[in-house]
């Protein structure tokens, strides 16, 4: 059993950056790929970032690839999502996700989430 936290939301302006992070209980982190993931009002959620267990290998969806950075620290049981040149169309609910050797871009292939962290950029 894995329980996930977020922190790190808030309220910022466009252009600005946010550090989401996501922390987890247990003792096997370096046994679970993570993920970001993301919910706007109205619209389904939507895949933004994975990383390997190892931290070694990661993927980004397009939407965000180039600004927004995923790490981990295995030895703090730690998930990070740095975001810059964050635009209005960022807004959205973000979820850390947690799966037992999983490296995907499905939420479907996580077992376990966090409650969510609020991200709001004004334009």
């Known amino acids: 059993q894995v329980q996930l936290v977020e922190s790190g939301g808030g309220l910022v302006q466009a252009g600005d950056s946010l550090r989401l992070s996501c922390t987890a209980s247990?003792?096997?982190?370096?046994?679970?790929?993570m993920g970001w993931f993301r919910q706007a009002p109205g619209k389904e959620r939507e895949f933004v970032a994975a990383i390997h267990r190892s931290g070694g290998t990661t993927v980004y969806a397009d939407s965000v690839k180039g600004r927004f950075t995923i790490s981990r620290d295995n030895t703090k049981n730690a998930m990070f999502l740095q975001m810059n040149s964050l635009k209005a169309e960022d807004t959205a609910v973000y979820y850390c996700?947690?799966?037992?050797?999983?490296?995907?871009?499905?939420?479907?292939?996580?077992?376990?989430w966090g409650q969510g962290t609020q991200v709001t950029v004004s334009s």
């Open positions: 247990g003792r096997t982190f370096s046994s679970y790929g």
């Open positions: 996700a947690a799966g037992q050797r999983v490296f995907s871009t499905r939420d479907y292939a996580y077992d376990y």
